[in-house]
């Protein structure tokens, strides 16, 4: 390119690609109380001897309670690298890399068996950019570089709401 009639070289890269990601966690919780009184003992009777006796009295039992919380996200972003420079020795690069991600995350609370099931949570749909960059420069002679440094510009994030909803909870079953 010419610029006032002097020749002007610019160095243009590009490089997209295709980054995926995910990551969640999952944990599980199960609760049960026995209450009650008991009593193992032997009683001796003359004649017949030693004779066991057990007694379990007041005894409850409550149901199994179950409790299931998690999370997880999936992000896909793709991604360019660009990098222009100015007869090779100065120039500036950055990567510009939208992305979508859905998260979902809630808790489900059951009481075994019988009980009715509680659902909470809510899920996401986020759209978002980061802009990565940096001014370079270089110096070489005869192709030996002599001096070469990169400054880092502050990077760029930014992230809104695409949809976001409720996980539904289970609806009571008609008997």
């Not at 002007?8 to 590009?14: E, H, K, M, R």
């Not at 100015?86 to 059951?110: K, N, S």
């Not at 110096?139 to 880092?152: A, S």
């Amino acid at each position: 390119m010419t610029v006032a009639g002097l020749p002007v070289v610019v160095n243009l890269g590009l490089t997209c690609y295709l980054e995926i990601g995910a990551d969640g966690q999952v944990h599980v919780e199960a609760e049960q109380e026995i209450t009650g009184t008991w009593s193992v003992r032997s009683d001796y009777t003359g004649g017949r001897g030693w004779s066991p006796v057990t007694d379990a009295a007041d005894t409850k039992v409550s149901p199994v309670h179950v409790r299931v919380t998690g999370k997880a996200a999936v992000r896909a972003a793709l991604g360019a690298e660009v990098s222009v420079g100015l007869y090779d020795t100065v120039g500036v690069e950055a990567t510009v890399a939208p992305y979508l991600r859905a998260q979902a995350d809630g808790e489900l609370a059951v009481d075994l068996p019988g009980g009715k099931p509680q659902v909470k949570g809510g899920w996401a749909l986020l759209g978002g950019v980061d802009l990565n960059g940096a001014l370079t420069a270089h110096l070489k002679i005869f192709g030996t570089p002599i001096i070469e440094g990169k400054l880092p510009l502050p990077p760029f994030h930014r992230e809104w709401p695409l949809l976001t909803g409720s996980l539904p909870s289970p609806a009571a079953s008609k008997s």
